[in-house]
Structure formats: structure tokens, C-alpha cells
């Protein structure tokens, strides 16, 4: 049976709203931890230029394949295995990446390495959209994201709500630069990266 994610039902039509504009000059993009599938199959039916390219931890992938394989999206990539750990990636040609409620559940290492993965990924001017709760300058947005932060670490030390401005440090790093911050709703935010080599 098909694993289902209400949240990703409900934050869908927000995030494609800004995702519209993002990637209306994009070809390809890279979902990283694709999970249920529910986005992939959603963003790809609107963004019928661009080819999307699901993927997943290969515990589970089985699913998302499931999903994916149902909805008969042209322009739906079959899902690949993916983890942020593994060496070396695939090789993929991409020009823009996103990810969705990942970075507050894998370890501030892996963290970097996603930041490192995707750096090396993407082209100048490629562009890396990550969305989820984030904290700004040290400080929670949210009551409700401070109990989801304290939650997340009695479950996992290493997991936690990660802060804007350690996010763009390591991203700068791989000369990704953080270009726009859309807050959305449920106290959540929708960053947008964009690959610049020459400044």
C-alpha cells in the first residue's frame, strides 16, 4: 500500500505557486527525498516543460515507484535510489534541484554534504529550492515549530530545525547563494539557491 502524507497535500499548492516561477526556464530538476510522491506527481503535471526527476532512499523506494508509475506523468522520470551519503552520485544533468522537509530530519553532516552534492550538481545559474521550517537568526518563527524542534531531537539528537543563516554559510561554500525566502504557510518557508560562479 501507497504511503500518504497529509502535509504534503496540504502545502503543495503553495510551494507551487512560487515553484511556477522559479523553474518556468528550467529543463530538468532533481527532487531529493521524494518520499510518498505526492509532490512529484503534482509539480510535474503542472511544469509539463520540464522533465522531473524523483528520488528517494532505496529502504524507500518501493513506494514512491508505486506513485509514480500510477499517475502516467509524461514527464515523470522513473525514481532512482538516492542518499545523501552515498559516493559518488549518480550523474545527472540538472539545472535546479529541490528537496521538501528534509533538512530538519537528517544530521547537521549530512547537511553539509547535501549543500556539497548539489553544488557541484547544478550549473551557473542553476537553481536549488528547499522547503520546510527554518529558523531565522537564532530564533524559531513559531511556538509551534519550537515544540516540533524539541520533538525532532528527543526522537534524534543529530535532527533539529536548522537556521537560515547556517544554511547560507555552508551554501556559500559551494557558491550557492540564497537569492529568495518565501515564507508560506504552517510556519513554513520555501528558500531559493542559486548557483553563481563568477560574482
Not at 14 to 21: E, G, K
Not at 111 to 126: A, D, H, I, N, Q
Not at 147 to 154: E, G, I, M, P, V
Amino acid at each position: 500500500m501507497k504511503s500518504y502524507s497529509e502535509a504534503a497535500e496540504r502545502n503543495k499548492r503553495p510551494i507551487l505557486a512560487v515553484l511556477q516561477q522559479v523553474f518556468a526556464d528550467r529543463s530538468m530538476v532533481l527532487e531529493i527525498g521524494s518520499g510518498t510522491g505526492q509532490h512529484a506527481a503534482y509539480f510535474a503535471l503542472d511544469l509539463s516543460h520540464l522533465t522531473w526527476q524523483p528520488s528517494e532512499h532505496p529502504t524507500n523506494l518501493a513506494g514512491l515507484r508505486e506513485r509514480c508509475n500510477e499517475r502516467l506523468v509524461p514527464n515523470l522520470a522513473e525514481p532512482i535510489p538516492l542518499d545523501v551519503d552515498d559516493e559518488p552520485w549518480p550523474i545527472l544533468t540538472v539545472d535546479a534541484a529541490f528537496t521538501a522537509n528534509t533538512l530538519h530530519i537528517i544530521s547537521w553532516p549530512q547537511v553539509c554534504r547535501l549543500f556539497t552534492k548539489v553544488g557541484s550538481l547544478l550549473p551557473e545559474g542553476g537553481a536549488f529550492c528547499t522547503y520546510g521550517p527554518f529558523n531565522i537568526d537564532g530564533e524559531f518563527t513559531s511556538k509551534s515549530n519550537a515544540n516540533f524542534d524539541a520533538a525532532l531531537r528527543a526522537r534524534d539528537a543529530d535532527s533539529g530545525i536548522r537556521d537560515v543563516r547556517d544554511l547560507t554559510a555552508q551554501a556559500k561554500i559551494h557558491k550557492l547563494f540564497l537569492q529568495a525566502d518565501h515564507p508560506l504557510p504552517a510556519n513554513n518557508r520555501l528558500l531559493i539557491w542559486r548557483k553563481i560562479v563568477t560574482l
